[in-house]
């Protein structure tokens, strides 16, 4: 008998989740059934501000594969079709053309919740105005797109500094725009120590960005034609011609909430090791909408990145076609840029540390991408954090030039095998004066960081 799998979001992990499972099992064996509420499938969703600013130049390089391609390997994708519910009893979603209008049920024997995550948009005066922009999916790309061409004026104030917002006042910048951007925190970057996040300000404001830390939005002003004409704070007011929202992305789990399936305490779906929805057999979640262990805390965090989601969608596809696979946790990994600053992060902050109880030691170094007398050598600092005693890493922050950003990835790996800093002093790194100085920046580091924790009396 044929089973039947119903897949809800044709992104990341939707459509890798069941690409997979046509890997391991055919058409006779497992009919697939994909919805899509948008017009686009497995995309890049990170590319957007990077197609935003021109250094991407067509949409169409964002899409790897489009609803032919699925429907070509026995997917039966439907673009432009909204799940609405979900009746986890009767094993079966309904659904809602957004074309036709018309709706009909879907039954199923498996079900992926791939629903993804929509951008935070408070609830202030004036935030639905012609001019405001989310950017999330590459229709919400295409819509700031043609916004830019309709505006009369070249002044963007961007809402938020986190990743998205950075890297969209970079494109906004690129695209010949003056760009402010508001942030509530005490620095851009909050997902850096506030000491890191300085430099970023720093960097931003010597590329042109006015970045007003501290400055919360009250609501947002149209003039006479309904476009948004600035942005209100507590304190001042920003023209503006165009918006964009920078401050951060919710999971979308409103159809899992509503049957009663479990979510943790950041809105995110929670699911076993294989990515199954805690409590039932036949769903499986993953990508933005799901929380996953943060290995150096050991709790649940939400984290939108499109490596994970691609991960979660290998991982099930595996489980439904009759394969194995797990999904053990991240240690969080990130990186970005603002024009040519670096911007990476992995573990945990000193605030994040704090908050389960763990007591640290830092240490901050200046250092270069490579050896200082090679041409081209350009400062980083490395921010490193370990636990009190044991000397175990706990996170490490780089803000640089000149391939800061990757060497994060170093601290990933010595995170996730749960390595001390005294140990990665050892680490057999690749050298050569193009590329690093003898001491990499990241060992650098850990030196230093030894020698804080026996000062401290710990090692």
């Known amino acids: 008998m044929t089973e039947r799998l119903v897949v809800i979001g044709g992104d990341a992990a939707g459509m890798s989740a069941a690409s997979q499972a046509r890997r391991l099992k055919g058409p006779d064996e497992l009919s697939i059934t994909a919805f899509e509420r948008g017009h686009f499938t497995s995309y890049s969703a990170c590319g957007i501000p990077y197609w935003v600013g021109g250094d991407v130049e067509r949409r169409d390089d964002l899409i790897a594969r489009g609803p032919e391609e699925h429907r070509a390997r026995d997917i039966d994708l439907r673009m432009r079709t909204e799940v609405t519910e979900i009746d986890v009893a009767g094993q079966r979603v309904r659904t809602l053309d957004r074309d036709s209008g018309e709706t009909s049920w879907t039954g199923f024997d498996k079900l992926v919740i791939a629903t993804g995550a929509r951008p935070v948009r408070p609830a202030l005066p004036g935030m639905d105005a012609a001019g405001v922009h989310g950017v999330q999916t590459l229709d919400d790309g295409q819509a700031l797109l043609d916004s830019l061409d309709r505006a009369t004026g070249r002044r963007a104030v961007v809402v938020g500094a986190g990743y998205i917002g950075v890297e969209m006042a970079e494109a906004m910048l690129k695209r010949g725009f003056e760009v402010t951007v508001l942030n509530r925190g005490e620095q851009p970057m909050a997902t850096l120590d506030p000491d890191m ?132 946790g991240v240690v969080g990994t990130a990186v970005s840029k603002v024009c040519d600053l670096e911007i990476a992060r992995t573990g945990l902050r000193e605030k994040d540390a704090r908050a389960v109880g763990l007591r640290f030691v830092t240490t901050t170094i200046e250092s270069t991408g490579r050896a200082g007398y090679y041409p081209g050598a350009r ?81």
């Open 379 to 459: 400062p980083m600092t490395v921010k490193m954090i370990a636990e009190y005693r044991t000397g175990r890493l706990l996170g490490v922050q780089i803000v640089g030039r000149d391939g800061a950003a990757k060497r994060v990835d170093v601290a990933a790996v010595a995170l996730t095998a749960a390595m001390t800093v005294e140990q990665m002093t050892s680490l057999d790194l690749g050298y050569a004066p193009p590329f690093s100085p003898v001491w990499d920046p990241v060992l650098v580091a850990a030196r230093k960081t030894v020698t804080a924790l026996r000062r401290a009396g710990t090692a």
């Open 197 to 328: 996040g300085r430099l970023v300000h720093d960097a931003m404001d010597g590329l042109g960005i006015t970045t007003v830390n501290r400055s919360g939005v009250t609501s947002i002003r149209t003039g006479p034609d309904g476009r948004v004409g600035a942005v209100e704070t507590a304190g001042a007011s920003y023209p503006a011609d165009v918006v964009v929202l920078g401050i951060g992305v919710e999971p979308e789990t409103a159809l899992a909430r509503a049957v009663g399936l479990p979510v943790g305490p950041h809105g995110g779906l929670l699911t076993d090791l294989s990515m199954r929805v805690v409590g039932h057999d036949n769903i499986w979640a993953g990508g933005d909408c799901v929380e996953v262990l943060d290995l150096v805390a050991g709790r649940t965090r939400h984290i939108a990145l499109g490596t994970h989601a691609n991960k979660h969608g290998q991982i099930i596809g595996s489980n439904v076609g009759g394969g194995y696979g797990t999904f053990p």
